[in-house]
C-alpha cells in the first residue's frame, strides 16, 4: 500500500495541521511503531468536542460540526479515546488496538445528545490507472438504509445502515462526475454532488446531517475525503 494522502493538508512527519475537509494533498511516510489518526465531527449540531487519549488533552483543536484535524500520529499500542465538550464529562470513550502503519478515521457521529465514536480503517490497496477507488460510510443517523451510486457505473456501492461502509470499489475516473445517495426503501435520490474523480486516485465519500430537519446546516449531505 502507497501512503494515505489527505487533499490539504501540508504536513510534516513531525506535525499535524488542523483543517476542513476537501483541501490540497500532501503525504505521510510510514514510521515504526507509528499509527495516524484523523477526527471527524460528524455529529449534526455538535459544537465545540475535543479528543483525548488515555484521558490526557490531545494536542488539538476543537472541533465543531463538520471539522476535521488530522493525520496526527500516535505509536501503535492498545490506545482509549474519549470525546468531551469543552470541559465536561466524557460522552463516549472508543478502544483502539493500534496497528503499525495503519491510518485511521476516528468520527463523532449521532446526534448531540448521543454523541459516539467509530473508526474506520482508511488504508486501501490503489487503483488501477483510467480506474478510481471509492469508499461510502453511512453517518446519518434518522435516515433509512442508504446507498451510493456513480454516474456510469451500473452498480451502487450495497446498501448501508448507520455507521455501516462499503469497501472500496474500483470505479471509472472521470471529471465532474455525479454522485447519488439514494433511500435504499423507495429509490429516491435525497443528494445529488459532483466529484472529480482522479485516475489511481481513492476517496472516501460518508453521508452526514439529518434527513428529517428543516435547519439548513444539518442536513443531509455528502462529504469527500480525497485520500490519494
Known sequence: ??????????????????????????????????????????????????????GNELNTPILNYGGFYGYLSQKSEPTMYTVRTGTSNDLDTLNLDLGQNVYYSIFSVNTPDHIELISYIDNH???????????????????????????????????????????????????????FLINSETEEILVTKSISLGSGKSYSVFSKGLLNTTDENKKLDLQIIPLQ
Open 125 to 179: 490497496e490503489n487503483a488501477p490507472s483510467g480506474k478510481s477507488a471509492i469508499r461510502f460510510i453511512q453517518l446519518s443517523p434518522d435516515s433509512p438504509p442508504l446507498k451510493l451510486l456513480v454516474e456510469g457505473e451500473d452498480a451502487d456501492l450495497g446498501i448501508f445502515p448507520f455507521k455501516q461502509a462499503s469497501t472500496f470499489k474500483h470505479v471509472n475516473h472521470g471529471v465532474d462526475k455525479k454522485l
Open 1 to 54: 500500500m502507497k501512503n494515505l494522502k489527505l487533499v490539504g493538508i501540508l504536513v510534516a512527519l513531525s506535525a499535524v495541521v488542523f483543517s476542513c475537509l476537501n483541501s490540497d494533498d500532501n503525504g505521510f511516510g510510514n514510521i515504526e511503531d507509528t499509527s495516524w489518526l484523523a477526527f471527524v465531527n460528524a455529529s449534526p449540531g455538535s459544537e465545540s468536542l475535543k479528543y483525548y487519549k488515555n
